[in-house]
């Protein structure tokens, strides 16, 4: 990867221990150390939108956020988890 990407990613320790501990499953603790939330592991279309491709075949590592809902007064009257696929740069491809 030629240039820095840098995600949105407002996760929390947690949720990229999650991630991490995926990482360690599949390709083991040295790359697990490589791993950073914020330029390595992003979503399809944030992939997409920095030039790459996720290779045919790859299976989406798991991760999620909590989605709070709010009232008119701005407090939050429900909260729940939704789920998030993510790429680690090992399962993507320059396009072109």
Known sequence: M??????????????A??????IITRW???EANNYD???NCLT????LNVGY???K?????????VIEEKDEQGQVINKYHKT???FYIRQVERIG
């Open 37 to 39: 939330p914020k330029s």
């Open 84 to 86: 998030v696929n993510l």
């Open 44 to 47: 399809f279309n944030q992939w």
């Open 28 to 30: 083991g603790l040295d």
């Open 53 to 55: 491709r996720v290779k």
């Open 2 to 15: 030629e240039n820095t990407i840098v995600s949105h990613w407002t996760g929390s320790a947690n949720t």
């Open 17 to 22: 221990e999650l991630v991490r501990k995926q």
């Open 57 to 65: 075949g790859e299976t989406a590592l798991k991760s999620f956020i």
